[in-house]
């Protein structure tokens, strides 16, 4: 399963749309890294750079929730924080091997997770800021 950017997944905010895209991208390279049966060194390189990542980008968007004062800031950094367990728990299980089974339950979360969170979640944050920058 490939993970494809589209306008649909935009929220209008460019910052965070290419942040989202970058994620895409390298959600994409380690499940083709995994799939391939690459090193474990490349597969390492590749999941623990999207860790970081994914932390500055979720740091990223709660800067700018507490900069606007984003009514549902709690409920959609407790997401965040439910994505980075699931995600640390993919690290401990892939440390036992990459098999066929995790790698579906990965990319069953990771798409559900996504979808879910950038067209709803993500998409009402991005409204609010749209109108928090109509009126100012």
Same mark, same amino acid.
């Given at each position: 399963?490939n ?22 991208k390298?959600? %994409?390279?380690?499940?083709?890294? $995994? ?7 490349e597969?390492?390189?590749?999941? %623990? ?17 507490l900069?606007?004062?984003y009514?549902e800031? %709690? ?18 299980a ?11 339950? $990965? ?7 996504? $979808? ?15 109108k ?5």
């Open positions: 399963m993970y494809e950017w589209s306008e649909k997944l935009s929220i209008g905010n460019i910052e965070i749309d290419h942040q989202h895209q970058e994620l895409l390298y959600l %994409n390279l380690l499940m083709v890294a $995994v799939k391939q049966n690459n090193t474990e060194e597969i390492n390189r590749l999941f %623990n750079f999207l860790k970081g990542y994914i932390a500055a980008h979720f740091s990223s968007e709660e800067k700018l929730m900069k606007y004062k009514p800031f %709690n409920s959609h950094k407790a997401e965040h924080e439910n994505f980075s367990l699931m995600f640390n728990q993919f690290d401990l892939k440390s036992e091997g990459a098999s066929e089974i995790l790698i579906n339950k $990965v990319q069953k979360f990771l798409h559900g997770w996504w $979808v879910k969170h950038i067209n709803q979640t993500d998409r009402s944050f991005g409204d609010f800021l749209k928090q920058k109509d009126l100012g």
